[in-house]
């Protein structure tokens, strides 16, 4: 069974930034995707980056120049940059990959707060 284990979240100032981290149980080059989404309260979680096995990357236009997804194969291991930060970042970020096999793993997620 994978297992995804973010970190890296907290409280930060308007204008900070953060880098959270997603390391895995498996190795990441197992993946077709691996992706960052959040979910803020009460609204529906949104895909936030993606990152394809082929290194194609995309993001949600509120974030776009703002926040970077990348990998470290050899750590198995996605993250998220993010620079810029505001209020309405506010959310819990959540790392998701899809298998080659079409099999899909959720992280626990973990919690970033931008006070104003």
């Not at 204008?15 to 979910?39: E, H, K, P, V």
């Not at 050899?74 to 970042?89: C, F, G, H, I, W």
Request: glycine fraction near 10%; charged fraction near 15%.
């Amino acid at each position: 069974q994978v297992q995804l284990v973010e970190s890296g979240g907290g409280l930060v100032q308007a204008g900070g930034s953060l880098r959270l981290s997603c390391a895995t149980s498996g190795s990441i080059i197992n993946f077709s995707t691996m992706d960052w989404y959040r979910q803020a309260p009460g609204k529906q979680r949104e895909l936030v980056a993606l990152l394809t096995r082929r290194s194609t990357t995309n993001y949600a236009d509120s974030v776009k120049g703002r926040f970077t997804i990348s990998r470290d194969n050899a750590k198995n291991t996605v993250y998220l940059q993010m620079n810029s930060l505001r209020p309405e970042d506010t959310a819990i970020y959540y790392c998701n990959a899809l298998s080659i096999e079409g099999q899909e793993y959720w992280g626990q997620g973990t919690q970033v707060t931008v006070s104003s």
